[in-house]
């Protein structure tokens, strides 16, 4: 089965440095997304592109975060500088245009600032 | 207003059993989507089950089904002879035909735990 892949899998880091997630799509999917989730918020958009264009980026901290899609085939997601309040876990999902077609999720990063 | 209401946090169901998880939602858009996803202590989140607002049938994949009564805007989960693997977090989705929009709204989420 195709699956949406995510690197690293795990990251502790001090506050203050930078941090790169990475996330290859499944093959054929035009459309990826950011999520980051937490106890307290649950699952919230950060981003998303379509045909690797940004469409929408409101849910993400504009000031320490940005994403990309330097080719169709990753997506990344960096926090700069990082701050303890980021620690959550952070899904990558893509999928295709149209209705009925599902977000498919990656395993996530689950990223802890020290 | 939330999009997506999920009243449960928490349910026990003993195995064998089937076991219904509520999700209402909110919405003025005639065209959407309804999405399940299921997200294991493992962390991953594992699509289930999709239902269309003109969809004429309740949706059904193996041992899941949709109990989708659009008038009150609910779309119940519905797992029959519930199994100790199905014990995880279950999320309702939804998206909103606006020109354009592949986002999900995800609701708060209820955890099911199987008792054997």
């Known amino acids: 089965d195709a699956r949406v892949t995510q690197t690293p899998r795990h990251k502790v880091t001090e506050m203050g440095q930078e941090v790169t997630m990475r996330c290859q799509p499944i093959?054929?999917?035009?459309?990826v997304f950011w999520y980051r989730q937490t106890m307290m918020q649950g699952l919230e958009l950060l981003a998303y592109f379509r045909n690797r264009a940004p469409l929408d980026d409101s849910g993400m901290p504009k000031d320490r975060f940005s994403a990309e899609m330097p080719d169709a085939t990753l997506a990344t997601l960096k926090i700069q500088p990082s701050e303890p309040r980021d620690s959550a876990v952070y899904f990558c999902?893509?999928?295709?245009?149209?209705?009925?077609?599902?977000?498919?999720f990656g395993d996530g990063t689950r990223l802890s600032i020290l | 207003a939330q999009k997506i209401t999920q009243t449960q946090p928490g349910m026990f169901v003993q195995e064998k059993e089937a076991v219904t998880l509520d999700c209402t939602y909110d919405?003025?858009?005639?065209?959407?989507?309804l999405f399940w996803y299921k997200q294991p202590s493992s962390g991953e989140m594992i699509f289930l089950i999709y239902?269309?607002?003109?969809?004429?049938q309740n949706a059904t994949e193996g041992r899941y089904s949709l109990n989708f009564q659009k008038a009150r805007k609910s779309a119940n989960l519905v797992i029959s002879a519930s199994q100790l693997g199905d014990s995880a977090m279950y999320f309702c989705a939804m998206r909103e035909e606006d020109f354009g929009n592949e986002k999900l709204t995800f609701g708060t989420g209820t955890r099911l735990t199987i008792i054997p």
């Open positions: 919405t003025s858009d005639p065209s959407y989507g």
């Open positions: 239902q269309g607002s003109y969809d004429q």
């Open positions: 999902a893509s999928g295709s245009t149209g209705m009925r077609e599902p977000q498919h």
């Open positions: 093959l054929g999917h035009n459309t």
